[in-house]
Every structure is written in structure tokens, then in C-alpha cells.
């Protein structure tokens, strides 16, 4: 039997996937947001200019993005803040800085872990590569994006006659996920790469690259309402919140809509450009400066501001029930989650809680509830880090999908609907 995917049924989720596919890595993420907000009417800005007044802005430092639109407020104006903040990293296998190597006869490329990767599931699968390589071009160093979607790199499972009882083998990062990339010498891969991009490789001085899958995103499914993808934790989030936006600045809803999207999360947002960094809280008062605010002024604006975290949430797992909080089932497809832990994995209270439960009902979506099993580690957010970064109220939430920190996650496709609507009401309050 052929599943029968209704083409619009779910046109978010087809947009989703297109965007996904669009964005192999953090900084491709920016692009393709980027590219989005322009087709929308804002306008690109560098830190290292002076800011115009009101309008319709985004700023891009490497791997994260901040858009905002400031246009509904006057000179002299005291704006509140309405930001919906998100991560545009993913766990996944990064090329190691000396990455050549051979063995058994095969050319190898060195790859390790980046976050909590759930490395079963890298294995076996046709890899392309992305990124960035910052290049020497006269007196410049200039950052170019690197994509490659070509069957490059696999790293290969160990045959079952070979393992142990016959039941797998434990993977150790160290050893087991270098990747084949030829049967005979095919040279250096940062040449290889530094060719293909047309560059010499004395000239790359830096690169920041990574492993991708190539199965294109696809909407499943017999009555095609599931979403099979990689990275949804967390470009559905970036995808989300960037629809959000861009509909948000068209209600002129009485608060200043932004949008943060944070490289870093999968492995603590202590970076330049990490959730723990300042740029967010630089953006605000920039925005605050350019509008004749002083520092007085901007922190009133702070006291007035609330923030929603969206990450992606667990759904309950019908092969694993017994996994998940027994009292708080999570249904794939029954709308956007607001995650709460006692220890503050999460950043949600009952004040934060209560505005992401107007904006549901505002956008007339359902809305469930998520709390982690306590005897099980709870993951964290950029929540807690931003709430501690700026004090502002901050709520968490997510969108409900299964195999987290696999190479390829699954998701219903009415909830990236159901989530988009949600994040814009939360932007644009009525």
C-alpha cells in the first residue's frame, strides 16, 4: 500500500522540510533565515556600524541570529520586549582539526562528537559536509560557507559475524566514527575541499565543518502527517520562530517583537555567540539606543519584557512508555509543549507559564504539558541562561517529536502549525 501524502495538507510541514534541507549547519541556518527575513522586509545590520532608527533589522554574529522589528514604536518610545528565542545547532560529527588519516587500506577523515549526538544512528548513512573555512584573500581573511551535498564521507558498522553475542557494539567516539571517504589515495580532505570551493588550501587558515546527512526531509506517513527529518532539535524552532516574526511584525501588537537564535546549545552556550554570551542583551540596548533611550530607560524596558525558549520537546514513545512521566503523556500531533522542572532544567514559572498559556488559546491551538521522569536526568534549554543572562521572565517550550539527537528525528506535521501559530501569538499578544 503507497502512503497517501495529500500535497498542502500540511504546508507548513512541506515548508519545514524545504527549510531543513536548505540548512545542513548553524551557519547555513542564518542563511536561510536570513533569506527569509529579507523576502519579508528587514534588513541585514553589522556590529561594527552604527545602528539606524526604527525598523525592521537582523544581525548575524557566525552561527546565530538576532531579527527584530522596532518599526511600531516612536522616537523616545518605551518598547517591551517580546522575544522568542531558539538554538540553530544539532548534535552531529565534526571534522577534527588533523583529520587525514589511513587504515586497513582506506582513506579515513577524523570525526568526533558535537553534543549529545546519538552516534548509532550516524552510522551507515551517506555523509555530506558543511560549514565554514575562514580564507586568506590578500590582506583579509573573508568566512565562506562550505555545502557539499555529495555522498563524501560513510562510516561503516561493524559486521554482526564480528561483534560480540551478535548484540551490537558499544561505539567508542575515539575510535569507532572515523568516516571512509576512498578505497585508494584521494589526496587531503581540506584540499579536497578548499578545491571545490575555489580555493588553494594554504589559503584556508581556519574551518569550522561538519557531517550531514543526505536523505532529504520528507512528510510521512500512510496519511502523510508524520515529519521525518534531521535536526528538528531545534531548526524547527528556527522555522517557527522565523514565521513567527515575520507575521508578528505585520500586528503591530504594542510590544517590540525579536528573535534569537543561538548557536552552541548542544554543548553548554558558552561561546562568543552562545546563549551565555552578551549578544543578546547588546542587541536590546542597541535597539533601546537607537530609539533615544537612555540606560535608565532600557532597563524599565527590560522589567517590562518576557521571553519564550523553544526547544524541542519528548514525545511519549509508544515502544518506550515506561520511559516517560507516567502523568504527563506527550502526544505527537497534539500541540505545542510547556516544559516545567522543579530544578530549574527548565526556566518555566507560573508567571512565564500562564503568558504561553494565553498565547495557545490566543492562536487556538492545544497546548500540553511536559515534566520530565524524576528519576531520569533532565536536558536543558537556553532558558535558564537566558533568564540568568538578562532577568527576564522566560517560559520553555517545544514542539512534541521522537528520536532526539538522532541523525534523523521524527514529528507530526500539524504541530509545526500548531507551534508557529503559538510563538506568534506569544510575539504579537492581543
Known sequence: MAATVTPGRYPEAEALCAFIDRSPSPFHVCQTVAR???????SPLAEVDAWPGPGRYFVVRGGSII???????????LPAFRIVGGHT?????????NHDRESAGLAQ???????GAWLHSWLDRDLGVSGRIAVRQGDQVVH??????EPLLRVPQLAIHLSENRRGVELDPQRHLDAVWGASDPGRFLERIAVAEGYHVDDVLGFELMVHDLAPSRVMGVDGDLVSAPRLDNQCTCFAGTRALIEAADRNAGVLPVLALFDHEEVGSSSDRG???DLLITVLERIALTHGLGREDFLRALALSDVASGDMAHATHPNYPERHEPGHQIAVGGGPVLKVNQNLR???????EALFVLAAEQAGVPLQRYVHRADLPCGSTIGPIT???TGLTTVDVGAPQLAMHSARELMGAADVGYYAAALTAFLAPA
Open 89 to 97: 545547532d544539532s548534535p552531529n560529527l565534526r571534522v577534527k582539526q
Open 67 to 77: 531579527a527584530f522589528d522596532s518599526s511600531g514604536f516612536d522616537h523616545g518610545e
Open 387 to 389: 533568564a540568568t543572562r
Open 109 to 115: 577523515v577524523r570525526l568526533e562528537p558535537y553534543g
Open 346 to 352: 527548565y526556566a518555566s514559572d507560573a508567571d512565564g
Open 36 to 42: 527569509m527575513l529579507e523576502d519579508a522586509g528587514f
Open 275 to 277: 546563549a551565555g554570551s
Open 144 to 149: 565562506t560557507l562550505v555545502r557539499i551535498d
